[in-house]
């Protein structure tokens, strides 16, 4: 079975610009989580979304977007990057991210920002 | 605000020996905490999950151990191998949502 896949691996971007991450989740999950990850930080909530509806929004700025596909991969989407959005950011899935579940993520998008 | 908190400072074990990392938590105490492993440019790794009214979990040389009147969880590596070298994440659950919110993780560093 196919773990949860992002992609790019890696992105360099501008000030100013937009960037869209990609998520596959495992097959059969249909809860997708976002993450955002910087060193010394723990791993900051940005959203999550089970059958392409948002169920959780996390305390992070409109320019962070997300939507989910009837496939369950999702995307997320900064505008207006700045530099303090260069950050690991991780993608994780789970059946439907109900209590007890574990979560399985991906190995992220590196995103720097210049 | 519910926090959990975990040591920042990068954990030295000769290999062999037990290594424990602690996991501490404010507020209410959550439904459960779980365990993952990070290595460098990668995704956490699911390890082990202790529920409220678990006292202790074991997994092989992995065992989770759970205080609610501490309030803090403690993650203990038998016979630790250099392999197991990596930064290790608690996470706590919020009681409505099942949201995790997360601690920074500590590094663990085994020596040969």
Known sequence: ?114 | SQKIEQNSEALNIQEGKTATLTCNYTNYSPAYLQWYRQDPGRGPVFLLLIRENEKEKRKERLKVTFDTTLKQSLFHITASQPADSATYLCARCLDSNYQLIWGAGTKLIIKP
């Open chain 1, 1 to 114: 079975k196919a773990g949860v896949t992002q992609t790019p691996r890696y992105l360099i971007k501008t000030r100013g610009q937009q960037v869209t991450l990609s998520c596959s989740p495992i097959s059969g999950h249909r809860s997708v989580s976002w993450y955002q990850q910087t060193p010394g930080q723990g791993l900051q909530f940005l959203f999550e979304y089970f059958s392409e509806t948002q169920r959780n929004k996390g305390n992070f700025p409109g320019r962070f977007s997300g939507r989910q596909f009837s496939n369950s991969r999702s995307e997320m989407n900064v505008s207006t990057l700045e530099l303090g959005d260069s950050a690991l950011y991780l993608c994780a899935s789970s059946l439907t991210n109900g209590q007890y579940e574990k979560l399985f993520f991906g190995s992220g998008t590196q995103l720097s920002v210049l």
